[in-house]
T-cell receptor
Framework: GAGVSQSPSNKVTEKGKDVELRCDPI?????LYWYRQSLGQGLEFLIY????????KSGLPSDRFSAERTGGSVSTLTIQRTQQEDSAVYLC????????????FGEGSRLTVL | GIQVEQSPPDLILQEGANSTLRCNFS?????LQWFHQNPWGQLINLFY???GTKQNGRLSATTVATERYSLLYISSSQTTDSGVYFC??????????FGTGTRLTIIP
């Protein structure tokens, strides 16, 4: 597609359930990022994939969070045993190549944990 | 530590006014971007500007990397300019570190 695509756009879940959020980056972009934005806050880095390199997981807040990127394209962010503090908008971004160039963001997945 | 600071945190202006938003950063940068987050939450790319000056219509930006700041200028403000403006910086670790944003409200 022309832009970064994320699904679902909205997800409401119960505390303790697992959720999966999907990101489809811009075609041909080798770098993919996940960020989180809590209500009224700035963006917090979670994880970064670059080509076939090992991902930079330094921003993941706990071991309940994991992400994978299959075939160098689509990525899935998984949150296990969700907690209310996980409620936020999860934003995916992609960039054409490492080290330089603009990041382009998707519209985000809004997660609400009841 | 690595920091990105934006000022002012909030700005309320009458339609037609001009404004300057500032971004200070604590270290040398590879990349710097300005984004507009509209009321629906979408992050819109405004400028990719690690150095120099760029203009796009009523908006322009200047980054002085040696002095570690960037400025975003908005002229002849319109109500559609309302939202939060973020500066985001890559300090060479290939990740964008975001500032806390400037919330701009344009009153008709």
């Amino acid at each position: 597609g022309a832009g970064v695509s994320q699904s679902p756009s909205n997800k409401v879940t119960e505390k303790g359930k697992d959720v999966e959020l999907r990101c489809d980056p811009i075609s041909g972009h080798t770098a993919l990022y996940w960020y989180r934005q809590s209500l009224g806050q700035g963006l917090e880095f979670l994880i970064y994939f670059q080509g076939n390199s090992a991902p930079d997981k330094s921003g993941l807040p706990s071991d309940r969070f994991s992400a994978e990127r299959t075939g160098g394209s689509v990525s899935t962010l998984t949150i296990q045993r969700t907690q209310q503090e996980d409620s936020a908008v999860y934003l995916c971004a992609s960039r054409a190549k490492r080290g330089t160039g603009e990041l382009f963001f998707g519209e985000g997945s809004r997660l609400t944990v009841l | 530590g690595i920091q990105v600071e934006q000022s002012p945190p909030d700005l309320i202006l009458q339609e037609g006014a001009n404004s300057t938003l500032r971004c200070n950063f604590s270290d040398s940068v590879n990349n710097l971007q300005w984004f507009h987050q509209n009321p629906w939450g979408q992050l819109i790319n405004l400028f990719y500007i690690p150095s120099g000056t760029k203009q796009n219509g009523r908006l322009s930006a200047t980054t002085v990397a040696t002095e570690r700041y960037s400025l975003l200028y908005i002229s002849s403000s319109q109500t559609t300019d309302s939202g939060v403006y973020f500066c985001a910086v890559d300090f060479g670790n290939e990740k964008l570190t975001f500032g806390t944003g400037t919330r701009l409200t344009i009153i008709p």
